[in-house]
């Protein structure tokens, strides 16, 4: 299997960088900079949306509080047209290359920032308008990207790592934004209305900030060129051929109708409503200044959670991981709210005309820690998704789609909330009153418990598990499973007359058709227990008789199972065989729809 990935992905071009000088080498160093290659790809990865997303995130952050509801109504707008462009996205990058496509979507990115430094509200908005389309070509090659230079064993591991370093982001631009964003320095942006006047222009120390976050950003696509051809006997090269824009944008609208996906869109989703929490309502209540300082407590956190949540997805599972992810967040709206309803007391009491927040409140410890839950949770949650998208979708050519769809619906998730913001503002869209804060937390919290329950369909529903249970006999020589349940059905093993505990030396074959086809159904019964369902869901059972003689005895235990009780019979068919299993006279198996 490898090999046959290996020789496909050589249609999947990168750009011609290698470690001679850019000249094509015959074969690929396993290191490079002492570092496994792959390994040091995703940390080239890493660093270049560290610097990129220093510029970007920081901006984000600081948009509705700078620029008011125009920087609500960009930031929706970026994630309307992100949305978008998701459909389209993987047909560039299976065209042009991961690479190539990361480094044109990181040059909208610093358009957009730069936009910001002499504001002019119509470029502004076309800048908005350009970094939508070129997010959802950087997202989909950074998925894809991940898969090249990742196994099935690593992938939650290095994508853990990958987002763990990229969303230190929120460190540097955040203290950079509190030191020159100090109180008393004069800005211009308060005596404008930059959404009604066509020109703010150069603002102090505003413009100041955002030149400084476009040069880092610019920097962070030049490290997108120093990303190595991947070694492909330490990657998951997924087995697709390169499409047109029409076919692609075909193949991931069907995908968007597969039940899998349809279980995983409320996770994406709720990752973007997430991410608008902290990065934009959280914010929200505190000033400019104090938001230099607690919002690099996120960052820091995400660095931690890269490094020990992919780990525990890992050794426990996703489900684990995600309800980790909830408490996570959960915790830190708590303290949200806490920390708003503390704020607003001592101002309404202290200051009562000064605008929320006031500027002499200095009690924001609660900020502090939920600064550092949003980081743990949002970093659970994104190594989950990724995971997600990496491991369920690679086999069967839908890795790149599930990637943009995963970011698509982020970005639909964000968009919404974004525009929320300007619906529900105040003053602008500068403050936050508590009844807004109050109805943002409350959005969040149910599309929190709809990406858990929609993870609970996805596991249930359409992956494959196994179901064993000591309360039905075990497997005759422990070649197959008592049953598995795969897309809403459960399909068990045939069971016959052997008790549960018993070995299969115990089977006494010489026991009555009626006795063996009761000990059939106990044993049947119990893997339909075990599989959550019961006989009532039962949709088709097969019977093999040693002897058709003996289905009139077998049918007066069968009937007590599925029929008494004014049940409607399952679909049946009854095979004559010429033996079974240790000599046995019956045996039955069925197929169950999950309730």
């Known amino acids: 299997m490898g090999q046959k990935n ?6 999947v071009p990168l750009l011609d960088v290698s470690e001679t000088g850019g000249k094509q080498s015959g074969t690929l160093s396993p290191t490079i900079c002492c570092f496994p290659r792959n390994l040091y790809n995703v940390l080239m990865l890493s660093f270049s949306f560290l610097l990129l997303f220093t510029a970007f995130q920081t901006t984000q952050i600081l948009a509705a509080k700078l620029i008011g509801d125009l920087g609500s109504i960009s930031v929706g707008l970026i994630y309307v047209t992100f949305a978008l462009g998701g459909f389209f996205a993987p047909a560039i990058c299976r065209n042009i290359g991961p690479q190539t496509s990361m480094f044109i979507g990181g040059i ?17 908005l076309v800048a908005s308008f350009f970094i939508g ?120 609208v069907a995908l968007l109708g597969k039940p899998q996906m349809l279980c995983l869109l409320p996770i994406f989703t709720f990752n973007g409503v997430g991410m608008t929490m902290w990065s934009s309502w959280f914010p929200r209540q505190m000033t400019s200044t104090v938001i230099g300082l607690v919002m690099p407590c996120v960052g820091a956190a995400e660095f931690v959670g890269g490094l020990t949540m992919g780990r525990f997805v890992d050794a426990f599972g996703r489900s684990p991981g995600l309800a980790l992810g909830a408490s996570f967040y959960l915790g830190a709206l708590a303290l949200t709210y806490l920390g708003n309803q503390k704020l607003t007391n001592w101002c309404s009491e202290h200051h009562p005309k000064s605008p929320m927040p006031c ?57 919404v909330c974004f525009f929320l913001s300007n619906a529900l503002s105040i003053d602008g869209g500068k403050t936050s009153s508590a009844s807004q804060l109050t109805t943002e937390i409350a959005i969040v919290v149910v599309m929190l418990y709809l990406a858990l329950m929609g993870h609970w369909m996805f596991c249930k529903y359409t992956l494959k598990n196994v179901v064993k249970t000591d309360k039905a006999a075990d497997p005759v ?55 959550g369902c019961t006989v009532k869901d039962v949709v088709k059972t097969t019977v093999f008789l040693s002897n058709i003689d003996d289905a009139k005895e077998m049918n007066s235990e069968y009937q007590k199972v599925f029929v008494d009780d004014n049940l409607i019979p399952p679909a049946r068919s009854m095979v004559a065989v010429k033996t079974l299993p240790l000599g046995a006279k019956v045996e039955l198996e069925a197929v169950a729809a999950l309730p």
């Open 133 to 252: 389309i070129g997010a959802s070509i950087l997202w989909t090659g950074q998925g894809m990207t991940i898969s090249l230079n990742t196994t099935e064993q690593n992938k939650t591991t290095y994508n853990s790592l990958y987002w763990g370093i990229f969303n230190l982001c929120l460190v540097p631009g955040n203290l950079a934004a509190h030191f020159i964003l100090k109180p008393g320095k004069s800005s211009n942006t308060t005596k404008h209305d930059p959404l009604h006047d066509m020109v703010t222009g150069w603002t102090f120390p505003d413009s100041v900030l955002f030149l400084a976050l476009a040069v880092c950003g610019a920097l962070g696509c030049a490290i997108f060129l120093l990303i190595r051809k991947p070694d492909p006997n330490f990657g998951t090269i997924p087995p697709v051929e390169t499409r047109s824009a029409w076919t692609q944008i075909k193949a991931t």
């Open 477 to 531: 020589g422990g070649m197959y499973s008592q049953a598995v349940i795969v897309s809403g059905f459960v399909y068990t093993a045939g069971c016959i007359g052997l008790p549960p505990g018993h070995t299969p030396a115990e089977f006494n074959a010489d026991n009555s058709v009626a006795e063996q086809t009761r000990l059939a159904l106990e044993n049947l019964k119990a893997v339909l227990k075990e599989s």
């Open 6 to 11: 290996i020789q496909h992905e050589s249609s």
């Open 108 to 124: 909208t990115y610093v358009f957009f920032v730069a936009s910001l430094t002499y504001m002019i509200t119509p470029v502004v």
């Open 359 to 415: 500027e002499e409140f200095d009690s924001y410890y609660p900020f502090y820690l939920a600064a550092i839950l949003y980081g743990l949770g949002d970093c659970t949650f994104q190594s989950c998704t990724g995971a997600i998208c990496a491991k369920s979708f690679n086999a069967s050519g839908h890795g790149a789609d599930s990637w943009a769809l995963n970011r698509t619906f982020q970005s639909i998730g964000s968009a």
